[in-house]
């Protein structure tokens, strides 16, 4: 059963591997396993529904608190503790376009708030109603979820937009294609969520980025049915398949979603490359990229994120010969470790592969095998039940994410990682961060930090905390020039800085389009724009 105030399945667990409540302790002191809310408790506080009466609309507390929060870390501590100060008064399944039709003629009637709400899994505040807000409806997409076509000679397939990562997958694979989209939330994200935050794959460099994906579809807005035909490309004027991809909800409902599919690889890899540090392993990722090898992934993690990654593995004896062997061709405290994939033909991944490991050979760069990159696709969507684990052990997890031109890298990283680090400093209180380049591009790479702290024993002070460490790093990837986000998308914690980005045309240009699609604003209020 899906766990109702954390991450993924509750048969699922990933415990600390031995040494690493001491290497935690270390970093940031011992930490003091908080008291969790009861479900039965926070069931009672439910408030009664503010709905009409509608045959879709269920209006039992259970499904409304199942709705009510997301997985950003404020959700977390909402859920945890039981203090949800606003639950969705009513949530439907819809299982065709007509249910969807009538879902939204009916709101716009009574003035109620819509959410589309994919698999839940937004890191910004996405789905979660609005204290204050009028009567609010979530719309589950999660029955539209079928395959309704897949055009093996044009490489394009039709999918009800509700359907999540791992459905997705089994019906393409089953007939030789994939998609190749596997944000770390594959398990429960789903194709509408994926087009409405513009998200983006661990393997995007290879299969491309969720707007490169996705063709067209059938949106379904108060103001009416719009179709997008799934066009290999064209030049007739603006593209609005473009408004759509990032409109969180806002625009109106996904309801079909065509997708650009690729054959099966004949061959996938995944390898791994120590550096002696991590200027020499920017070096090499940048000019892989600008060479133009092709590869699917590339992960290049800072010294500490390296030495965490190693702390936590388990395997102590094994890392420590490995230590010892880098050691020996001076890879020592500073080392990085860069992940490589590779999925293509065998005679494409050879060439690939050679062609990249002279490269990263040229930076210094030690190529360890496969076992590392083996590891890490295994147990990739394995890694965020740990954020169950850790909160269990008196620890907060967040991680937050842009993208900026090669030139500006060092300088963006050093500044969100400095503005966490002294954060809480007020409090002395130490925090555990490192970075990774997780998405590359030829002309820059997106930044992917995280960061580790102990909870505090009140939970509106860990809050506190927390936003204190989210608002200097949003300031300094602000004073950067970095995007608010590479792939999380907006929201509402992401929101205030969007106009930085924007600026003050193009945001009145954002709420002037989604005005057009949704003139009463019945629509997902609140995010995206902070004010409209
Ligand atoms: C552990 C973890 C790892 C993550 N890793 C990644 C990652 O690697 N890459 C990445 O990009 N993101 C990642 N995310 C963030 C999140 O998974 C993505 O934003 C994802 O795209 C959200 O999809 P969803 O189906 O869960 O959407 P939801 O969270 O349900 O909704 C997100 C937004 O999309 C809108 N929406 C959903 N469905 C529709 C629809 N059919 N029509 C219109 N609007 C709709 C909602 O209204 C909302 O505004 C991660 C999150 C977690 C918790």
């Known amino acids: 059963m899906l766990r109702w105030n954390g991450w993924g399945d509750d048969s699922i667990e990933y415990p600390l591997p031995e040494n690493a409540a001491a290497f935690l302790a270390e970093r940031v002191g011992p930490g003091a396993p908080p008291q969790d809310a009861r479900l039965e408790d926070v069931l009672t506080a439910v408030p009664p529904s503010r709905l009409p009466a509608h045959p879709l609309i269920q209006t039992e507390p259970l499904p409304r608190l199942l709705h009510a929060r997301g997985q950003s870390f404020p959700d977390w501590v909402a859920l945890r503790y039981g203090r949800i100060p606003v639950f969705p008064d009513g949530i439907a399944y819809p299982t065709t376009e007509e249910d969807v039709a009538d879902l939204l003629h009916f709101a716009a009637q009574h003035q109620v708030q819509i959410i589309p709400y994919g698999g839940g ?30 055009d093996e000679t044009s490489h394009l397939a039709t999918f009800g937009a509700g359907i999540r990562g791992p459905d997705l997958e089994a019906q393409l694979r089953a007939r030789g294609f994939t998609l190749g989209h596997f944000p770390q939330s594959f398990e429960y994200s789903t194709l509408g969520g994926w087009i409405a935050t513009r998200s983006s794959g661990q393997q995007s460099l290879g299969y491309g980025r969720i707007e490169a994906l996705f063709a067209g579809g059938v949106l379904h807005a108060p103001a009416g049915r719009l179709e997008f035909p799934p066009h290999p490309a064209s030049a007739a004027g603006p593209d609005v398949r473009h408004l759509l991809l990032g409109s969180e909800g806002r625009m109106g409902i996904l309801t079909q979603a065509t997708v650009r599919v690729a054959p099966l690889p004949g061959r996938e ?13 920017q070096t090499a990722v940048r000019q892989i990229m600008q060479a133009g090898i092709p590869l699917s992934m590339l992960r290049l993690s800072t010294a500490v994120e390296t030495a965490t990654t190693l702390a936590l593995a388990g395997h102590e004896q094994l890392i420590g010969l490995l230590e010892r062997l880098l050691a020996m061709r001076n890879i020592g405290a500073e080392k990085c470790l860069l992940l490589l994939g590779f999925s293509s033909s065998n005679d494409l991944v050879k060439t690939a592969r050679h062609a990249a490991l002279e490269i990263t050979g040229k930076q210094g760069g030690i190529h360890v095998g496969r076992t590392f990159g083996s590891q890490w696709h295994k147990s990739r969507f394995r890694t965020p039940y740990l954020r169950n684990t850790l909160w269990e052990a008196g620890y907060g997890i967040d991680t937050l994410e842009t993208a900026v031109p090669w030139e500006d890298v060092p ?19 130490r925090v555990h961060l490192f970075t990774h380049l997780s998405h590359m591009y030829r002309h820059g790479a997106s930044i992917y930090t995280t960061y580790l702290f102990r909870l505090a024993p009140d939970p509106e002070e860990t809050l506190h905390r ?60 609140g995010k995206l724009i902070e004010k409209s």
């Open 466 to 525: 927390w936003r204190l460490m989210k608002e200097a790093a949003s300031r300094a990837i602000v004073a950067h020039r970095g995007t608010i986000s590479h792939q999380h998308g907006v929201g509402t914690d992401h929101a205030p800085y969007l106009q930085a980005e924007k600026g003050a045309l193009g945001m009145a240009a954002i709420g002037n389009a989604l005005r057009c699609f949704d003139p009463q604003g019945i629509m997902n209020m």
């Open 121 to 150: 899994t937004s890191v910004v505040g996405h789905i979660n109603p609005v204290v204050g807000a009028p009567p609010t409806l979530t719309i589950n997409m999660q029955r539209l979820n079928r395959l309704y076509r897949l």
């Open 269 to 281: 890899d995944f390898h791994a490359v120590f550096f002696p540090d991590f200027v020499s392993g």
């Open 411 to 429: 300088a963006t990283l050093n500044a969100i990682e400095e503005a966490i680090r002294s954060a809480l400093a007020p409090w002395d209180e």
